[in-house]
């Protein structure tokens, strides 16, 4: 079972460029979640989705959209990449139901010049 | 909306004290709380999480954690700690009672000294 899984793990990117940062599950999760961490910030939710086809946005969805087409996946893209996305990326997945734990990924590292 | 404070950005132990990081919330209902740990450059892990019952909850490598409804608080507790407890840990709160969307504190770093 591999749970929660992100790719890549590592990624420099230069200003401007786009990329597309990949998660899946294989837990037949409906709710899917996408946060950063920043020093001293903590973890922030930038976008999450209830389902296939239903995305909302988090606390800073900004710079960042999301697609939800299939139940394993929920890939966040970087449109035109800016220094301040310098981040820590997580992607999480949960059942939704009260009392269930939600899983994180191992996080994926990118770095804007 | 909801918010989590945690007031302690860094702690310093002695390997075999005890330790009780700090977590308070804001949230209009019943909240449902989480402690996470983070070792350097790893995941999350999660330690222990509260939705209802018993106000005093076991997690895993023994710790605990109790809600105090009164004081808006979810402090965590361990009562010896170890070398491998060193880590950075954060307290988070799911917002509309469903336990999908989080937000978390800024994070406590904790180190333990030999």
């Known amino acids: 079972n591999a749970g929660v899984t992100q790719t890549p793990k590592f990624q420099v990117l230069k200003t401007g460029q786009s990329m597309t940062l990949q998660c899946a599950q294989d837990m037949n999760h409906e709710y899917m979640s996408w946060y950063r961490q920043d020093p001293g910030m903590g973890l922030r939710l930038i976008h999450y989705?209830?389902?296939?086809?239903?995305?909302d946005q988090g606390e800073v969805p900004n710079g960042y959209n999301v697609s939800r087409s299939t139940t394993e996946d929920f890939p966040l893209r970087l449109l035109s990449a800016a220094p301040s996305q310098t981040s820590v990326y997580f992607c999480a997945s949960s059942t939704g139901l009260t009392g269930n734990t939600i899983y994180f990924g191992e996080g994926s590292w990118l770095t804007v010049v | 909306a909801q918010s989590v404070t945690q007031p302690d950005i860094h702690i310093t132990v002695s390997e075999g004290a005890s330790l009780e990081l700090r977590c308070n919330y804001s949230?209009?209902?019943?909240?449902?709380l989480f402690w996470y740990v983070q070792s350097p450059g790893q995941g999350l892990q999660l330690l222990l999480k509260?939705?209802?019952?018993?106000?005093l909850v076991q997690g895993i490598k023994g710790f605990e954690a109790e809600f105090k409804r009164s004081q808006s608080s979810f402090n965590l507790r361990k009562p010896s700690v170890h070398w491998s407890d060193a880590a950075e840990y954060f307290c988070a709160v799911a917002a509309g009672g469903s336990n999908y969307k989080l937000t978390f504190g800024k994070g406590t770093l904790l180190t333990v000294n030999p």
């Open positions: 509260y939705f209802s019952g018993d106000t």
């Open positions: 989705s209830v389902g296939a086809g239903i995305t």
């Open positions: 949230y209009g209902a019943t909240p449902y």
